[in-house]
């Protein structure tokens, strides 16, 4: 509701209520908006109430394996298993079976890659390790990063939108695995598969899945270690990809550690049909970059609003983050800036014009746009003024609070 205050304010004067929502208000970076057209009927053929391993369950698993392997442009030597609890379950199984065999280089740049130095150094307590740390908004130098130990990543900053540009800083002759959460970068940016030895990622992100089931690709030298490499830490039947030293092959053939649910497998199928249909990643990664752009043109004029990535070379396609750079902000305290920011994105949902797109709370107060596959250009392009106009309202609001 209008305050009476806040109408008469000459900030919010400059700025029209747009007439225009999205017909999708869903920018939420996780999970993410449904594929353009989805509803409860894609599910209508879900093996629901049959078991997993039944012959036409086990069909449904392979399938989303195979239809993974090609849209992704997985080569044929790699294994593709589906595991539980999402990316995190596949990216934790991934370093508690893998690391401990050498050094190695921790690569940060906010609260998710954060979240997994804590592991290596706090949970499994390897000592051998060098952190590459950079604030919000940045990277590490990648030059740094030494190909003998292994490497451990997320491919794209989920909550500061900074991503890696490219595989070009991994060696191709690396003696050490490259371990790659790939969670918000799978399905929209393009993965050299052959610089990764790991990579993980959930259902939830890009295509616009159900959470908890996760996704761990692994490369023939990431199984090679498996296969040599005992930790010495006890390992959760969650967790265990081996037996007797050998891998379990069945977990890439469709078999799964545990029950998947055969409603969350259809969605996943759905959204794999869909990723087809748009032409495979190549379409899905146009549909992601013409979404960023939407928002490109629309910072290059903004008074208000910037990229929190500082350079355009790793500035995030799906996750964008932004700052609010307005000097009346700035020199608001930190509280106040974090509630103004709270605000905006309140106002928005209470609209109706965009779910979700306050700031993740461990990053700089802001907004945070996901521009994945499954959202839609001309949705960008109706918010954006809803941007401007909510920015204007909350500000004029407080102004003369
Ligand atoms: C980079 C990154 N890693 C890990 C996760 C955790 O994913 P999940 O909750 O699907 O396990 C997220 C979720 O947003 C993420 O963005």
Redesign the pocket.
Known sequence: MTKPAVLRSPLLAAVARPNRKPNNPHFS??PCAKRPGWSLAALSQALTGRSHRSKAGKARLIEVIERTRLVLGIPADYRIAIVP?????AFEMAMWTLLGQRGVELLAWES?GLGWVTDVVKQLKLGDVRQFVAPYGRLPDLRQIDSTRDVVF?W???TSGVCVPDGDWISAERQGLTLC?A??AAFAMDLPWHKLDVATY?W?KVLGGE?QH?MLVLSPRAVARLESHAPPWPLPKLFRLTKGGKLQEAIFLGDTINTPSMLCVEDALDGLRWAESVGGRAGLAARTRANAAVIARWIARSDWAAYLAEEERYRSPTSVCLKIVDPWFQQLESKAQAAVAKAVASLLEEEGAAFDIGAHRDAPAGLRIWCGATVEANDVEALLPWLDWAYAHTKAGRSTA
Do not use: K
């Open positions: 970076s996780g609890a999402s990316d995190t379950g998710f997320a794209n900053g989920t959460d969670t918000s959930s939830q959470a996760g």
